[in-house]
């Protein structure tokens, strides 16, 4: 099984809709992202978490909203999609201060009709 | 604030040439830096890390980048390319300690041909 584990792993949805992207993993690390992927752009950080009750924004935040279910678990939503949030979506995890990297689920690739 | 910039968005190189992709950082203090690869519909993985150990860093899949501070540069090279290699790739940094994120240079995708 994989460490991280993203689903749905594709989605296509409409404008105005919700949408929850979902991330678990098996690392037992207490450190959490989403990060969102746009060709040209590289990898931007929209939300992470340092624990289950420490949540913080990232540089492009607006229209998302994040839950940390439990230190295994963190939900990116979309209350209203719209098209420019058509991207390819990506949670990670780390140990505090990055002493191995990163880890990376497989991507959601989520289209935004 | 760290930054990352990755020159070169699309490098092209021949099967058994060098590759050399450029990575250069901005940082107020000493940085963790990495590289990762992204093969077509996967997600990320680690190629090599700098952590302020050895300033020469040898990774995955015969790749190898060299932390040079004076010129502020972490650049990823790998003597003689396969066409296996061809993905994308993207230089990170993290500076130690604290409410630290890691952020990503803007990616640069290798093409190898015959």
């Known amino acids: 099984d994989a460490d991280v584990t993203q689903t749905p792993r594709n989605r296509i949805t409409k404008t105005g809709k919700r949408i929850m992207l979902e991330c678990s993993q098996t690392k037992g690390h207490d450190r959490m992202y989403w990060y969102r992927q746009d060709p040209g752009l590289g990898l931007r950080l929209i939300y992470y978490s340092f624990d289950v009750k420490d949540i913080n924004k990232g540089e492009i935040s607006d229209g998302y909203s994040v839950s940390r279910q439990a230190q295994a678990k963190f939900s990116l939503s979309l209350e209203s999609a719209i098209p420019n949030q058509t991207a390819l979506y990506f949670c990670?995890?780390?140990?505090?201060?990055?002493?191995?990297?990163?880890?990376f689920g497989q991507g959601t690739r989520l289209t935004v009709v | 604030a760290q930054s990352v910039t990755q020159l070169g968005s699309h490098v092209s190189v021949s099967e058994g040439a060098l590759v050399l992709l450029r990575c250069n950082y901005s940082?107020?203090?000493?940085?963790?830096l990495f590289w990762y690869v992204q093969y077509p519909n996967q997600g990320l993985q680690l190629l090599l890390k700098?952590?302020?150990?050895?300033?020469l860093v040898k990774g995955i899949n015969g790749f190898e980048a060299e932390f040079k501070k004076s010129e502020t540069s972490f650049h990823l090279t790998k003597p003689s390319a396969h066409m296996s290699d061809a993905a994308e790739y993207f230089c990170a940094v993290s500076v130690s300690g604290g409410y630290n994120k890691l952020i990503f240079g803007a990616g640069t995708r290798l093409a190898v041909h015959p």
């Open positions: 700098y952590t302020s150990a050895a300033t």
């Open positions: 940082s107020s203090v000493p940085p963790y």
């Open positions: 990670a995890t780390s140990e505090s201060d990055f002493p191995e990297g990163a880890f």
